[in-house]
């Protein structure tokens, strides 16, 4: 019987599928048995696997005939676990931290030229909730974690890459927001003395940010933690009481990510 017209919807499910059951078979599966446990025909297993293929999640194994998946789908394997057991290795020192301070608390990955918000906490006490949700893609130019990012690069890339490939993107957003080249490189050189940044009211008028680096063993910046609070708050108080707890915990989960300040 001819199968139906496939979609976009229906072939991604289909190769799904197909990696679903590639991953049962680590030397490799014969088309004949991935078309007789899919339940799909043989044209249609041979399609989805050559754009699997051509995308890097299948290779042919070495049996001739069979498939198996790549160390892409491996990758993307360890990404997700690495994910996970951040947020364990965090999570305890993230929660005191909130309910230290009161106020929303933000734990963030980086991924390339942008930040994923991956963990928080909304406030015991404060009365301020913000917008910022978990897998929010946050853009590095006008974020406290963002400048972060910006400040420790992971790879050999200047701040003028970055400001040229976003020139679309980078817009003022307030009055405070910085889109000047050589105003966010005099910022980067606060925050790398420093070692915290701010959002001071960059996104929002009334809303600011705290946030602080989370190093590796190899003094690599792959996530950040930050504190939200109203810039009432933050006069109110002053910076040094939110930055004391901050600073704290970040290097707590810095030394379990294997940190030493060396």
Same mark, same amino acid.
């Given at each position: +019987?001819?199968? !139906?017209? $496939?979609t976009?919807?229906?072939?991604?499910?289909?190769?799904? %599928?197909?990696?679903d059951i590639?991953s049962?078979?680590?030397?490799? =599966?014969?088309?004949?048995?991935l078309?007789?446990?899919? #339940?799909?025909?043989?044209?249609?297993?041979?399609?989805?696997?050559?754009?699997?293929?051509? !995308?890097?999640?299948?290779?042919?194994?070495?049996?001739?005939?069979s498939?198996?998946?790549?160390?892409?789908?491996?990758?993307? #394997? *360890? /990404?997700?676990?690495?994910s +996970?057991?951040?947020i364990?290795?965090?999570?305890?020192?993230l929660?005191?931290?909130?309910?230290?301070?009161g106020?929303?608390?933000?734990?963030?990955? %980086?991924?390339?030229?942008?930040?994923?918000m991956?963990?928080?906490l909304e406030?015991?006490?404060?009365?301020?909730?913000?917008?910022?949700?978990?897998?929010?893609? $946050? *853009? @590095?130019? =006008?974020?406290?974690?963002?400048?972060?990012? @910006?400040?420790?690069p992971?790879?050999?890339?200047?701040?003028?890459?970055?400001?040229?490939?976003?020139?679309t993107?980078? *817009?003022?957003?307030?009055?405070?927001?910085?889109?000047?080249?050589?105003? +966010?490189?005099?910022?980067?050189?606060?925050?790398? !003395?420093?070692?915290?940044?701010?959002?001071?009211? !960059?996104?929002?008028?009334?809303?600011? =940010?705290?946030? =602080?680096?989370i190093?590796?063993?190899f003094?690599?910046?792959?996530?950040?933690?930050?504190?939200? +609070?109203?810039?009432?708050?933050?006069? /109110?108080i002053?910076?040094?009481?939110?930055?004391?707890?901050?600073?704290?915990?970040?290097?707590d989960?810095? /030394?379990? @990510?294997?940190?030493?300040g060396?």
């Amino acid at each position: +019987m001819a199968e !139906e017209k $496939i979609t976009g919807n229906q072939s991604l499910i289909r190769g799904l %599928r197909l990696l679903d059951i590639l991953s049962d078979f680590p030397n490799g =599966c014969p088309l004949a048995k991935l078309t007789e446990i899919s #339940g799909l025909n043989k044209s249609t297993v041979h399609r989805l696997l050559q754009g699997l293929q051509s !995308e890097g999640y299948v290779k042919p194994a070495a049996t001739s005939g069979s498939y198996r998946l790549s160390i892409k789908c491996l990758s993307i #394997g *360890q /990404k997700m676990l690495t994910s +996970m057991n951040i947020i364990n290795v965090a999570s305890p020192y993230l929660e005191q931290l909130n309910l230290s301070l009161g106020e929303t608390v933000n734990f963030s990955q %980086r991924e390339e030229d942008k930040a994923i918000m991956i963990y928080k906490l909304e406030p015991t006490h404060g009365m301020l909730k913000t917008r910022a949700y978990i897998g929010q893609h $946050i *853009q @590095l130019y =006008c974020s406290a974690m963002g400048k972060l990012y @910006l400040a420790y690069p992971k790879k050999v890339d200047n701040l003028s890459d970055y400001w040229q490939r976003h020139q679309t993107i980078i *817009q003022q957003l307030t009055k405070n927001t910085i889109t000047q080249l050589d105003e +966010m490189e005099a910022e980067l050189d606060s925050v790398r !003395e420093n070692q915290f940044a701010m959002d001071k009211e !960059e996104n929002e008028i009334g809303v600011v =940010c705290i946030a =602080c680096p989370i190093f590796d063993s190899f003094n690599q910046v792959d996530y950040a933690v930050s504190v939200s +609070m109203s810039t009432y708050k933050l006069k /109110k108080i002053g910076i040094d009481f939110f930055l004391k707890e901050i600073r704290k915990t970040a290097l707590d989960i810095s /030394k379990e @990510l294997g940190y030493t300040g060396e």
